[in-house]
């Protein structure tokens, strides 16, 4: 896709035709996702099953929504710098995002921001996401206020829910048919909000913890184990695809303290989290 994305706009001399793409896609181009999301029974919900969604069809990105006391970012990376197209794909995921949410819940988006450079000709931008826009930002994402995470979809519909799940779960179980993958794709989606507990993504799987707990023994690991790795995933995404600080990407992937995270990042990476981040930024190829 990125390097369709790069092709066109090299074609067309348009600096900004991920974000032409993005924006002719709407709530229903997510098909079975979009029809999930509108059965939640908050935007909040809606939008960790567009986390789920992406999650499940993509691991060179991460879509996740980081949770503040009052503002909350619903956020995309790319973890490898030399992805073809990056800033068509990023532009165009922030527009379907945008269209997605504004769907869902109205115009409640607070600012649009990009990680990459400001093109020459922001105007398209602008008619987009109005008239808040930011480039050379941290991150590339969509600033809420977070008491808008709470409203309710008015299509909300709890049975329904269910039995979408179940498909969407059947799909998954197909594509990753051991419980240890089903438990890191999961993980995956929630260990930026903080609902990465055992019983939680137990629940999800319809088991029982001990049952979880029982059945990864006998792939040889543990839930910390997947658990732990997948931190560190999502810690190498966010490190590689954002300019987030450390500290903000200790707290939002579930540690209290900066210092353990960092001791933790280096147990597996051999680096400190800023050295990682330092090398990796040598090592991308010239943009």
């Given at each position: 896709m990125?390097?369709l994305?790069?092709a066109?706009s090299q074609?067309?001399?348009?600096?900004h035709?991920?974000?032409?793409?993005?924006?002719r896609?709407?709530?229903?181009?997510?098909?079975?996702?979009?029809e999930?999301m509108?059965?939640?029974?908050t935007?909040?919900?809606a939008?960790?099953d567009?986390?789920?969604g992406q999650?499940?069809?993509?691991?060179?990105?991460?879509?996740y929504l980081?949770r503040?006391?009052?503002?909350s970012v619903?956020g995309y990376?790319?973890y490898q710098?030399?992805?073809?197209g990056?800033?068509q794909?990023?532009d165009?995921?922030l527009?379907?995002a945008?269209?997605?949410?504004?769907?869902?819940?109205?115009?409640?988006v607070?600012?649009?921001?990009?990680?990459?450079?400001?093109?020459a000709?922001i105007v398209?931008?602008?008619?987009?996401?109005?008239?808040q826009?930011?480039?050379d930002a941290e991150e590339s994402g969509?600033l809420?206020?977070s008491?808008a995470?709470r409203?309710?979809?008015?299509?909300?519909?709890a049975?329904?829910?269910?039995q979408?799940?179940?498909?969407?779960?059947?799909?998954s179980t197909?594509?990753?048919?051991?419980?240890?993958?089903?438990v890191k794709?999961?993980?995956r989606?929630?260990v930026?909000?903080?609902e990465?507990?055992?019983?939680?993504?137990?629940r999800?799987?319809?088991l029982?913890?001990r049952?979880?707990l029982?059945?990864l023994?006998?792939?040889e690991t543990t839930?910390r184990?997947?658990l732990?790795e997948?931190?560190f995933?999502?810690?190498?995404q966010?490190?590689?695809?954002?300019?987030l600080s450390?500290?903000?990407?200790s707290?939002?992937i579930g540690?209290?303290?900066t210092?353990?995270f960092?001791?933790?990042?280096?147990?597996?990476s051999g680096?400190p989290?800023?050295?990682?981040r330092a090398?990796?930024?040598r090592?991308?190829?010239?943009?």
């Amino acid at each position: 896709m990125g390097r369709l994305l790069h092709a066109c706009s090299q074609r067309t001399r348009c600096e900004h035709f991920g974000l032409l793409a993005g924006q002719r896609l709407a709530l229903q181009s997510l098909g079975l996702v979009a029809e999930f999301m509108q059965t939640a029974g908050t935007l909040e919900q809606a939008l960790q099953d567009l986390v789920f969604g992406q999650a499940r069809n993509a691991d060179g990105a991460v879509c996740y929504l980081r949770r503040m006391e009052h503002f909350s970012v619903f956020g995309y990376a790319i973890y490898q710098p030399e992805t073809p197209g990056m800033n068509q794909i990023i532009d165009g995921a922030l527009a379907l995002a945008h269209n997605v949410i504004t769907a869902l819940a109205g115009k409640i988006v607070i600012e649009a921001a990009f990680s990459h450079t400001a093109p020459a000709d922001i105007v398209p931008f602008k008619r987009v996401f109005g008239d808040q826009v930011r480039f050379d930002a941290e991150e590339s994402g969509l600033l809420l206020p977070s008491s808008a995470l709470r409203s309710p979809i008015r299509t909300g519909n709890a049975g329904q829910r269910a039995q979408i799940q179940a498909v969407l779960q059947a799909h998954s179980t197909f594509r990753n048919p051991d419980v240890s993958s089903q438990v890191k794709r999961l993980l995956r989606t929630r260990v930026i909000s903080s609902e990465s507990s055992i019983e939680e993504i137990a629940r999800l799987l319809s088991l029982h913890p001990r049952t979880l707990l029982r059945k990864l023994k006998t792939q040889e690991t543990t839930f910390r184990e997947l658990l732990s790795e997948t931190r560190f995933e999502v810690a190498c995404q966010l490190l590689g695809g954002t300019r987030l600080s450390i500290t903000q990407i200790s707290s939002a992937i579930g540690y209290a303290e900066t210092a353990v995270f960092s001791r933790a990042f280096e147990r597996w990476s051999g680096l400190p989290p800023s050295e990682w981040r330092a090398a990796r930024k040598r090592s991308a190829p010239p943009s």
